[in-house]
């Protein structure tokens, strides 16, 4: 059995829970947290911690709520860990008591493990473990990458990318989960249509 962070946290993400975690099992998106099934040994440490209760056992998780399983599970592989508590997002207080948040995520869970179709294939974000990215058809160095400017980066993914479309996002690995939360926030910012993650093995 595992620990799941369910729907409340989105738009929140208070840490209190990350501060008491004996295995640092937490990773961390742009909008909420999520617990690595793998990792956590199901000590129970962080659900009383969790200020707006958002934290189940997976056997205890509400009937609405059971996908998050999945997320967890999935975003585990692509977002970045996290060990030290820190502040909570700008409008948390705001958010904690609102219902059906899960669309402030703007990705795509349930077909992760699909292969993208045709028609979004030019939409498409490879990351991968030997440092390179490729965005549709053009091919990067994360090193390069880096020393960058980060508008000119940003330009970039503007000019390849299609806000009217869904952007398939492919992580392998988790070298650099510091690029696919930098891409990750930069779509979210930007208003593109949807996010559909799939990790690759």
């Given at each position: 059995?595992?620990?799941v962070v369910t729907e409340s946290c989105i738009k929140c993400k208070?840490?209190?829970?990350?501060?008491?975690?004996?295995?640092?099992?937490?990773?961390?998106?742009?909008?909420?947290?999520?617990?690595?099934?793998?990792?956590?040994?199901?000590?129970?440490?962080?659900?009383?911690?969790?200020?707006?209760?958002?934290?189940?056992?997976?056997?205890?998780?509400?009937d609405n709520q059971i996908e998050f399983i999945e997320i967890n599970?999935?975003?585990?592989?692509?977002?970045?860990?996290?060990?030290?508590?820190?502040?909570?997002?700008?409008?948390?207080?705001?958010?904690?008591?609102?219902?059906?948040?899960?669309?402030?995520?703007?990705?795509?869970?349930?077909?992760?493990?699909?292969?993208?179709?045709?028609?979004?294939?030019?939409?498409?974000?490879?990351?991968?473990?030997?440092?390179?990215?490729?965005?549709?058809?053009?091919?990067?160095?994360?090193?390069?990458?880096?020393?960058?400017?980060?508008?000119?980066?940003?330009?970039?993914?503007?000019?390849?990318?299609?806000?009217?479309?869904?952007?398939?996002?492919?992580?392998?690995?988790?070298?650099?989960?510091?690029?696919?939360m930098k891409i990750m926030e930069f779509l979210q910012k930007n208003?593109?249509?949807?996010?559909?993650?799939?990790?690759?093995?």
């Amino acid at each position: 059995m595992a620990y799941v962070v369910t729907e409340s946290c989105i738009k929140c993400k208070y840490t209190d829970c990350v501060e008491v975690c004996p295995v640092d099992c937490f990773y961390e998106g742009p909008e909420f947290l999520v617990i690595h099934p793998d990792e956590c040994i199901d000590c129970g440490l962080c659900e009383p911690e969790c200020p707006i209760e958002a934290i189940f056992p997976d056997d205890e998780i509400p009937d609405n709520q059971i996908e998050f399983i999945e997320i967890n599970a999935k975003l585990a592989d692509v977002y970045e860990n996290i060990t030290e508590a820190k502040e909570p997002l700008p409008d948390a207080d705001n958010f904690k008591d609102i219902e059906n948040k899960k669309e402030f995520l703007n990705i795509g869970i349930n077909n992760l493990d699909e292969p993208s179709t045709s028609e979004s294939i030019s939409n498409t974000i490879l990351l991968y473990d030997n440092g390179e990215i490729v965005i549709n058809n053009s091919k990067f160095k994360i090193d390069d990458l880096s020393n960058m400017d980060n508008v000119i980066f940003e330009n970039t993914l503007l000019d390849n990318l299609n806000k009217d479309e869904i952007v398939n996002l492919n992580v392998e690995g988790k070298a650099y989960h510091e690029w696919a939360m930098k891409i990750m926030e930069f779509l979210q910012k930007n208003k593109f249509l949807e996010v559909q993650i799939k990790t690759l093995k």
